[in-house]
């Protein structure tokens, strides 16, 4: 794509890129996957309907060199990569993706994980130059979650991070001392959040679906807890929801309580901002329900910091429309050559505001900004508890009908819950785990699990057996396979508590046999 400037000079000089050769990593055999080449397709289609292109000004996508990845990645791992979709890994290259976490990798591979994390450079370069206002790159695979060893989660390189070492240690002259890296995708920013543990210079920034650990990626590093270590301690900043479904109104009060006055306090040089928009509405692994409006209000907000100087990179997003207009509206903040139009009058749940007082509290000794104590008439503000009830649907359910929410179904859950919260176990005997399974075999419902990462698929594969994404291995399955009569999706206000498949105690999270 060549370099085009018809940007208006009475607007802000917003640099864009996109490059169609991103689109070769694709599954091997055509199978369907959340990440797939159209979703960056989408967008550019989105922002060419709206004449975007000509308003910008448009960057060429470079492939990375190893010496800049190799700063926050290992070299093992950076080889692994290079050489994914040469010949030589034809027999190897389906092995090798089945024992990492959520990734494929076919022929087209390399060349689209290079051109990301080049990408990603070009145009934080750009825009610590000063050659462009802030800058938009719609980049793909994602890259928040490859860890400096590991490719995971759809992401092969840490593109972000990888850009935002470049600036500080490869670009002193620029300038560019401090970085606010802004991680609004749904899932936790992990690896971005270890490459900066201890570096002051970098404030990590990450609200998610955390779910007590239970959410994509699953572990604990995306707790409130995590603040950093050394010198970097302070300098990372997690806000993990308790609950799905949190939209405009959860984002702007944790934007509000907690980002705003702490970046205000840090004074960054660069804003980056990891760009997921799985937190969307309508988005099919998020479960939340930022609007277009939203992400255009927090977005705005930013671009009072760092002279407006913003870049933004493309992460997760897995809804056609939503993640399309989601950008379009961010693009459109980003020029500042139209009003932002909504309003959100919804107040934000109740957990998002026990989130936020958690989090000021933790981190006001390094943030003097957040050492006072939200009045109780704002706190008090609250939307009724998340609760959602859904059926699975006709696309997700290969080999048996849609199953049907009922009102029997529903009330018999419920009844499982209090016996169920009410229990205790002694980690030294197993003598009671057989009583209550053989009290509890008399509920119809013999399945029920806690973690917002059971899907439809991987609830079959336990029940059944096999090996879906995300699984690191095989299931063996239950004694009995046969598929469930009704499945009811639920989420519940409040932490259920169901034993751990690797512990005899009580406590948040993992799964239930409920039949003996």
Known sequence: MEVGDSANKSQRRVGLLYDERMCKHSTPDGDPHPENPDRIKVIWNKLQANSIPQRCVLLEAKEAEDKHILAVHSQNHVKLVKKISSRQFDSRRNRIASNLDSIYLNEGTSEAAYLAAGSAIEVTERVAKGEVDSAVAIIRPPGHHAEEDEAMGFCLFNNVAIAASYV???????????????????????????????????????????????????????????????????????????????????????????????????????????????????????????????????????????????????????????????????????????????????????????VIQAVRQKLSTYWPSLADELPEELINKAAPAAYDLTSSSDSEVEDHESSKVSQNLEEALQEIIDPLSKLKVDDSTRDHVATWRSELSKVDIWYAAFGSNLWLKRLLCYIQGGQVDGLQKPCAGSVDKSPPKEIMWKTFPHRLFFGREFTQSWGPGGTAFLDP
């Not at 002051?200 to 609200?207: A, C, E, H, N, T």
């Not at 799905?244 to 205000?264: M, N, Q, S």
């Not at 992460?315 to 207009?325: D, T």
């Open 168 to 354: 500080l240690n490869e670009k002193p002259e620029l300038g560019i001392k401090k970085i606010l890296i802004v991680d609004w995708d749904v899932h936790h920013g992990n690896a971005t959040q270890k490459m900066f543990w201890k570096d002051p210079r970098v404030l990590f920034f990450s609200v998610h679906r955390h779910e007590f650990g239970s959410f994509y990626p699953a572990t604990d590093d995306g707790f409130y807890t995590m603040i950093g270590e050394g010198p970097g301690a302070g300098y990372n900043i997690n806000v993990p929801w308790e609950n799905g479904r949190c939209g405009d109104a959860d984002y702007f009060a944790v934007w509000e309580h907690i980002l705003l006055p702490v970046t205000k306090e840090f004074n960054p040089d660069l804003i980056i901002v990891s760009a997921g928009f799985d937190a969307a509405v309508g988005d099919p692994l998020g479960g939340c329900r930022i609007t277009p409006y939203g992400y255009s209000v927090m977005l705005k907000k930013l671009m009072n910091f760092a002279n407006g100087k913003i870049v933004l990179a493309l992460e997760g997003g897995y809804n056609f429309e939503s993640i399309a207009k989601s950008m379009l509206a961010c693009v459109e903040v980003l020029l500042e050559d139209k009003p932002i139009i909504g309003s959100s009058e919804a107040y934000p749940f109740e957990s998002t505001w026990r």
